[in-house]
């Protein structure tokens, strides 16, 4: 299903469904990540000021209406049902986004872009005039769904299709009859001793080395178990004679493994359990990307423009739009990439722009070793994860493995929580820091309590006895206090009366002065001047009344307060008082030491104040240290438990690392057969090397992605083909091209230009070898960027051809390989060449950065490594550095020394007629490519391809390489090593 964008031309209004604030809240109490109503609106508008959101039309259960979904930010989905007026949505539940989700947005959506979103508390303040669009958008869902529907129908209907899909299960059935087949062969593998290998670098426990008996020997990479305990099961990882490593699919330690005992083929169908899952994905239309089948089987491809992008780093022209037309393209696009042009800088560069908008990628290939180097060079800002089998991940990429992210993880959870444990580790029960001190504050507190209690009992002791001594007196004191109180009142009497009178005297006096009537008003001032005069002289003697009273009273206390001073009884209970208070002071100030040890210790829970002085701020702070310790004790149980599950619990992140990641490296089988994988699709995946591999083996990672990018060589190795396989297919046309050929060299020649791209810039080779290599194998289209100087003491040219021609035939020619050899296996040897290559290899061994020897047999390839290990000492740099064209396909070397090996005089040169393991084998070369063969066998070979591409060769080493003698090369060897 495609998508399709829809403008809202308003704002979009949101309400509260019934309970949705309270089930809100219910769900962050699980998913803190979710956001509250508010930041899901800010949510909604910073997504739709960066681009539409994704949102799908559903059918709501138990017969309820459609309902809109949408999709934030890929966190979580929104549920929303519009109004009774339609003139908002109600917001009715939220949830994760989980991978069924992102599966739902995959298989179609509706991008909606609105010019804003309001959330409004209650239905009533939404505008009434505002519109959802429901109708628009319901609309726009059925049309989408039925072009999809519409589109399937054609996708499938045509005969084309369904002769494709079938051809392709046929195929995927014999491989599968084959695999088992072989399996059921008769003979076991048997041995004598089991080691623990000393050469393993990872999984080493799951590494072992055995000593082989009888006569049947198995090829590496071959799937086996024991006997007598078939879940002992692995891969043969080496053969060296009769020592074989394998490598078990689990750790094993060396004592599980029977002593003595035989190893039985367990063959493994897995593989074409997974082709076949993808062609029936394609069958019933589920694949992730919709036009694969229609790409593969009926080669139609919809048009595009390329992306407007930058690259992050430089490319050239080719590589520039190869990348912009990778960003873009809805279906399928092919890079094709001779050696040197950049194939894995291409791909980085792709794989962060995808990464950058979004999108998760895949970076798969037919081998770990074509994955990890592109993993290796994506930058480090990216989430990169290698999903597949620990032992496949070539040395570089270990760190990238699930099963390392997921350690490293735990180690960081570890770290950033130990700080969290080490605060908590004091309220340990019974033993920790906290707890003690709480039990110290306890016994403080319970002592303060006896000393305030003490303090008390002493003050009322004393109390109570210096009452007893001072009754008379103070009785005494008492009444002469009430004396003197009614004094007081009296005499405060006396002072109103004479206000009252001195008032009226001085009225009466003024009236005196008043004309005619004033001489008769004379007699009444005098009248009130007397009592004023008699007032006076009763205030005086209240209060010289009060005056004596107060001095009796005052001396009675002082007799008073002289029994107590020196009464002997009284001068011990005081003392003992005092004693009493230090006491308690004493002991609050312990209980209030010991509180702040306390409160010290309490981290990382909601603290209790500092307590205050005085046993009842200090009693509230020990109840809620109490409760603090308490659940400071609850989750130190809890974390302690959580990180004890950490190292045992490695495979429960998988997924989510999976799922967070924004690039992941996988084989193509690895794609399917990794469980964290499982239910994860992704934006698109990049098939690296897709020139060898098969259509079946590729649909395994192309149906899970919406959309491909194939990089790859059709010039140089083709798929691995079973020959029984390739026989059941020879009386079939289609069948045989659809065995033999790529996915990749079946589209190329018919593909659109736009949806294809050839890099033409190589930066490998010295442009005397890929002049050659353009030549013969890329209709000279092939440019060198190579501007590196030859500098080297034998040979004056980058390409060199070392011609073992003039050797006797009997030292020259090949041999098949003797059984007392215990590299001996099938296919040719050639000694002469075998002495020459060795003296090279020792020759330039430390001159040069890295080297590497190519051979076209397996025999040919145990002689050398025998030799050269020898010569060198070191097993495993031998062993490292030669190998089949297979075993370097994709690589690089300074020195590539190449040796034809066959030398007969009909002529016959096997599979070297397959020129593309040629082009592999001439192509890896950085700063010298030596050639060493006969040239006589070469140029005069049966096979007329081959033929004239060996007189080619010649041609061009005479004309601007370095032609030599066999003979001359071991005298050049030693007067360089006598400089």
Same mark, same amino acid.
Request: overall charge neutral; some cysteine; hydrophobic content about 45%.
């Given at each position: 299903?495609?998508?399709?964008?829809?403008?809202? +031309?308003?704002?979009?209004?949101?309400?509260?469904?019934?309970?949705?604030?309270?089930?809100?809240?219910?769900?962050?109490?699980?998913?803190?990540?979710?956001?509250?109503?508010?930041?899901?609106?800010?949510?909604?508008?910073?997504?739709?000021?960066?681009?539409?959101?994704?949102?799908?039309?559903?059918?709501?259960?138990?017969?309820?209406?459609?309902?809109?979904?949408?999709? *934030?930010?890929?966190?979580?989905?929104?549920?929303?049902?519009?109004?009774?007026?339609?003139?908002?949505?109600?917001?009715?539940?939220?949830?994760?986004?989980?991978?069924?989700?992102?599966?739902?947005?995959? &298989?179609?959506?509706?991008?909606?872009?609105?010019?804003?979103?309001?959330?409004?508390?209650?239905?009533?303040?939404?505008?009434?005039?505002?519109?959802?669009?429901?109708?628009?958008? !319901?609309?726009?869902?059925?049309?989408?769904?039925?072009?999809?529907?519409?589109?399937?129908?054609?996708?499938?209907?045509?005969?084309?299709?369904?002769?494709?899909?079938?051809?392709?299960?046929?195929?995927?059935?014999?491989?599968?009859?084959?695999?088992?087949?072989?399996?059921?062969?008769?003979?076991?593998?048997?041995y004598r001793r089991v080691d623990a290998s000393a050469a393993r670098r990872r999984s080493a426990r799951g590494v072992h080395d055995f000593q082989l008996i009888g006569s049947r020997r198995p090829v590496v990479g071959t799937r086996l178990?024991?006997?007598? /305990?078939?879940?002992?099961?692995?891969?043969?990882?080496?053969?060296?004679?009769?020592?074989?490593?394998?490598?078990?699919?689990?750790?094993?330690?060396?004592?599980?493994?029977?002593?003595?005992?035989?190893?039985?083929?367990?063959?493994?169908?897995?593989?074409?359990?997974?082709?076949?899952?993808?062609? &029936?994905?394609?069958?019933?239309?589920?694949?992730?990307?919709?036009?694969?089948?229609?790409?593969?089987?009926?080669?139609?491809?919809?048009?595009?423009?390329?992306?407007?992008?930058? +690259?992050?780093?430089?490319?050239?022209?080719?590589?520039?739009?190869?990348?912009?037309?990778?960003?873009?393209?809805?279906?399928?696009?092919?890079?094709?990439?001779?050696?040197?042009?950049?194939?894995?800088?291409?791909?980085?560069?792709?794989?962060?722009?995808?990464?950058?908008?979004?999108?998760?990628?895949?970076?798969?290939?037919?081998?770990?070793?074509?994955?990890?180097?592109?993993?290796?060079?994506?930058?480090?800002?990216?989430?990169?994860? !290698?999903?597949?089998?620990?032992?496949?991940?070539? +040395?570089?990429?270990?760190?990238?493995?699930?099963?390392?992210?997921?350690?490293?993880?735990?180690?960081?959870?570890?770290?950033?929580?130990?700080?969290?444990?080490?605060?908590?580790?004091?309220?340990?029960?019974?033993?920790?820091?906290?707890?003690?001190?709480?039990?110290?504050?306890?016994?403080?507190?319970?002592?303060?309590?006896?000393?305030?209690? /003490?303090?008390?009992? /002493?003050?009322?002791?004393?109390?109570?006895?210096?009452?007893?001594?001072?009754?008379?007196?103070?009785?005494?004191?008492?009444?002469?206090?009430?004396?003197?109180?009614?004094?007081?009142?009296?005499?405060?009497?006396?002072?109103?009366?004479?206000?009252?009178?001195?008032?009226?005297?001085?009225?009466?006096?003024?009236?005196?002065?008043?004309?005619?009537?004033?001489?008769?008003?004379r007699g009444r001032a005098e009248r009130l001047a007397a009592e004023f005069q008699a007032g006076l002289a009763e205030r005086a003697q209240v209060q010289a009344a009060l005056t004596a009273v107060l001095?009796?009273?005052?001396?009675?206390?002082?007799?008073?307060?002289?029994?107590?001073?020196?009464?002997?009884?009284?001068?011990?209970?005081?003392?003992?008082?005092?004693?009493?208070?230090?006491?308690?002071?004493?002991?609050?100030?312990?209980?209030?030491?010991?509180?702040?040890?306390?409160?010290?210790?309490?981290?990382?829970?909601?603290?209790?104040?500092?307590?205050?002085?005085?046993?009842?701020?200090?009693?509230?702070?020990?109840?809620?240290?109490?409760?603090?310790?308490?659940?400071?004790?609850?989750?130190?149980?809890?974390?302690?438990?959580?990180?004890?599950?950490?190292?045992?619990?490695?495979?429960?992140?998988?997924?989510?690392?999976?799922?967070?990641?924004?690039?992941?490296?996988?084989?193509?089988?690895?794609?399917?057969?990794?469980?964290?994988?499982?239910?994860?699709?992704?934006?698109?995946?990049? *098939?690296?090397?897709?020139?060898?591999?098969?259509?079946?083996? *590729?649909?395994?990672?192309?149906?899970?992605?919406?959309?491909?990018?194939?990089?790859?060589?059709?010039?140089?190795?083709?798929?691995?083909?079973?020959?029984?396989?390739?026989?059941?297919?020879?009386?079939?046309? &289609?069948?045989?091209?659809?065995?033999?050929?790529?996915?990749?060299?079946?589209?190329?020649?018919?593909?659109? @230009?736009?949806?294809?791209?050839?890099?033409?810039?190589?930066?490998?080779?010295?442009?005397?070898?890929?002049?050659?290599?353009?030549?013969?194998?890329?209709?000279?289209?092939?440019?060198?960027?190579?501007?590196?100087?030859? &500098?080297?003491?034998?040979?004056?040219?980058?390409?060199?051809?070392?011609?073992?021609?003039?050797?006797?035939?009997?030292?020259?020619?090949?041999?098949?390989?003797?059984?007392?050899?215990?590299?001996?296996?099938?296919?040719?040897?050639?000694?002469?060449?075998?002495?020459?290559?060795?003296?090279?290899?020792?020759?330039?061994?430390?001159?040069?950065?890295?080297?590497?020897?190519?051979?076209?047999?397996?025999?040919?390839?145990?002689?050398?490594?025998?030799?050269?290990?020898?010569?060198?000492? @070191?097993?495993?740099?031998?062993?490292?550095?030669?190998?089949?064209?297979?075993?370097?396909?994709?690589?690089?070397?300074?020195?590539?020394?190449?040796?034809?090996?066959?030398?007969?005089?009909?002529?016959?040169?096997?599979?070297?007629?397959?020129?593309?393991?040629?082009?592999?084998?001439?192509?890896?070369?950085?700063?010298?490519?030596?050639?060493?063969?006969?040239?006589?066998?070469?140029?005069?070979?049966?096979?007329?391809?081959?033929?004239?591409?060996?007189?080619?060769?010649?041609?061009?080493?005479?004309?601007?390489?370095?032609? !030599?003698?066999?003979?001359?090369?071991?005298?050049?060897?030693?007067?360089?090593?006598?400089?």
């Amino acid at each position: 299903m495609h998508d399709l964008h829809v403008d809202l +031309p308003g704002t979009v209004h949101l309400v509260p469904s019934l309970r949705f604030v309270e089930k809100l809240a219910e769900r962050r109490a699980r998913h803190p990540f979710l956001p509250d109503v508010d930041g899901i609106v800010r949510d909604l508008c910073a997504v739709t000021a960066r681009g539409p959101v994704p949102a799908r039309v559903e059918r709501g259960r138990g017969g309820r209406g459609d309902f809109l979904k949408l999709y *934030v930010d890929g966190r979580y989905v929104l549920s929303l049902n519009v109004t009774k007026h339609g003139n908002g949505y109600a917001l009715g539940g939220v949830v994760p986004m989980g991978f069924e989700h992102h599966d739902e947005v995959v &298989r179609g959506a509706l991008r909606l872009r609105a010019a804003g979103w309001v959330y409004h508390d209650t239905i009533q303040e939404l505008p009434f005039q505002a519109r959802a669009e429901w109708d628009v958008l !319901r609309e726009r869902w059925r049309l989408l769904t039925e072009a999809a529907a519409a589109r399937t129908a054609d996708a499938t209907a045509p005969k084309a299709h369904e002769e494709f899909l079938d051809l392709l299960d046929r195929m995927i059935d014999e491989g599968r009859r084959v695999e088992l087949a072989a399996a059921r062969t008769d003979g076991m593998i048997s041995y004598r001793r089991v080691d623990a290998s000393a050469a393993r670098r990872r999984s080493a426990r799951g590494v072992h080395d055995f000593q082989l008996i009888g006569s049947r020997r198995p090829v590496v990479g071959t799937r086996l178990h024991v006997r007598e /305990a078939p879940d002992l099961r692995g891969r043969v990882d080496a053969l060296r004679g009769t020592l074989m490593t394998v490598r078990f699919e689990r750790p094993v330690d060396v004592d599980a493994i029977p002593k003595i005992g035989a190893f039985v083929e367990s063959p493994s169908t897995v593989p074409f359990d997974r082709q076949a899952e993808a062609v &029936r994905l394609l069958r019933d239309g589920a694949s992730a990307n919709p036009f694969l089948l229609d790409v593969l089987a009926g080669h139609r491809f919809r048009p595009f423009r390329p992306a407007a992008a930058e +690259p992050a780093r430089a490319l050239d022209g080719s590589q520039t739009s190869a990348f912009r037309k990778a960003l873009a393209v809805p279906d399928t696009a092919l890079i094709l990439g001779p050696p040197g042009t950049g194939k894995t800088r291409t791909i980085t560069e792709i794989a962060r722009a995808c990464a950058a908008a979004g999108e998760r990628v895949l970076i798969t290939s037919y081998t770990n070793r074509a994955v990890d180097n592109v993993l290796q060079e994506l930058p480090p800002d990216l989430v990169v994860l !290698r999903a597949g089998r620990d032992d496949g991940v070539t +040395p570089g990429c270990e760190h990238l493995t699930l099963e390392a992210q997921a350690a490293t993880l735990q180690g960081e959870i570890i770290r950033r929580t130990e700080a969290a444990v080490c605060d908590y580790a004091p309220a340990a029960p019974g033993r920790g820091e906290a707890d003690a001190w709480a039990r110290q504050l306890d016994a403080s507190l319970d002592a303060l309590d006896a000393a305030e209690a /003490a303090e008390r009992r /002493a003050a009322t002791a004393l109390e109570r006895r210096a009452a007893e001594l001072t009754a008379p007196v103070d009785e005494h004191a008492r009444v002469l206090t009430a004396r003197a109180d009614e004094h007081r009142r009296v005499l405060a009497d006396r002072e109103a009366r004479l206000e009252a009178l001195a008032r009226s005297r001085d009225r009466a006096v003024a009236r005196t002065r008043w004309p005619v009537i004033g001489a008769l008003l004379r007699g009444r001032a005098e009248r009130l001047a007397a009592e004023f005069q008699a007032g006076l002289a009763e205030r005086a003697q209240v209060q010289a009344a009060l005056t004596a009273v107060l001095r009796d009273r005052d001396a009675a206390l002082a007799e008073s307060h002289r029994i107590r001073a020196s009464s002997p009884e009284l001068v011990k209970l005081s003392r003992a008082l005092d004693d009493a208070r230090t006491a308690t002071r004493d002991r609050a100030r312990a209980a209030a030491d010991d509180a702040a040890e306390l409160h010290a210790l309490l981290h990382g829970v909601p603290v209790p104040p500092s307590p205050g002085p005085g046993l009842p701020a200090l009693r509230a702070f020990r109840d809620q240290a109490g409760q603090a310790l308490d659940l400071m004790r609850r989750r130190l149980e809890l974390l302690t438990e959580w990180r004890g599950h950490l190292g045992s619990r490695t495979e429960q992140l998988y997924p989510e690392l999976a799922r967070y990641a924004d690039v992941i490296g996988a084989t193509c089988i690895g794609a399917a057969t990794t469980g964290a994988l499982r239910g994860l699709d992704f934006a698109v995946a990049v *098939v690296d090397e897709a020139g060898q591999i098969s259509t079946p083996n *590729v649909l395994v990672p192309l149906v899970r992605a919406r959309r491909a990018v194939l990089v790859g060589d059709h010039n140089q190795l083709p798929p691995f083909v079973d020959p029984q396989v390739r026989a059941w297919a020879r009386s079939d046309s &289609r069948a045989l091209d659809l065995v033999t050929k790529s996915a990749f060299e079946l589209l190329f020649p018919g593909v659109p @230009d736009g949806h294809r791209e050839i890099l033409r810039h190589q930066r490998r080779m010295p442009p005397v070898v890929a002049r050659f290599v353009s030549q013969w194998f890329y209709d000279g289209f092939l440019e060198s960027d190579v501007e590196r100087p030859h &500098r080297d003491a034998l040979f004056a040219s980058p390409l060199v051809f070392v011609d073992t021609a003039g050797l006797p035939q009997r030292e020259r020619r090949e041999r098949r390989p003797r059984p007392d050899e215990r590299w001996a296996d099938s296919g040719y040897a050639n000694d002469a060449e075998a002495r020459i290559i060795t003296d090279l290899v020792a020759h330039y061994r430390g001159t040069v950065a890295d080297w590497a020897v190519i051979l076209p047999y397996q025999a040919q390839v145990g002689l050398v490594t025998e030799m050269v290990a020898g010569r060198l000492g @070191d097993e495993e740099e031998a062993a490292a550095g030669v190998g089949t064209v297979d075993s370097f396909q994709g690589g690089e070397r300074d020195l590539i020394v190449f040796g034809f090996t066959r030398s007969n005089a009909g002529g016959a040169v096997g599979f070297l007629d397959e020129l593309r393991r040629a082009n592999v084998a001439f192509s890896r070369a950085r700063r010298l490519l030596i050639l060493v063969g006969d040239s006589a066998t070469l140029t005069q070979a049966a096979d007329p391809a081959f033929r004239a591409m060996a007189r080619a060769l010649l041609d061009h080493v005479r004309t601007g390489g370095d032609l !030599r003698a066999a003979r001359e090369i071991s005298g050049l060897i030693a007067r360089e090593g006598e400089r």
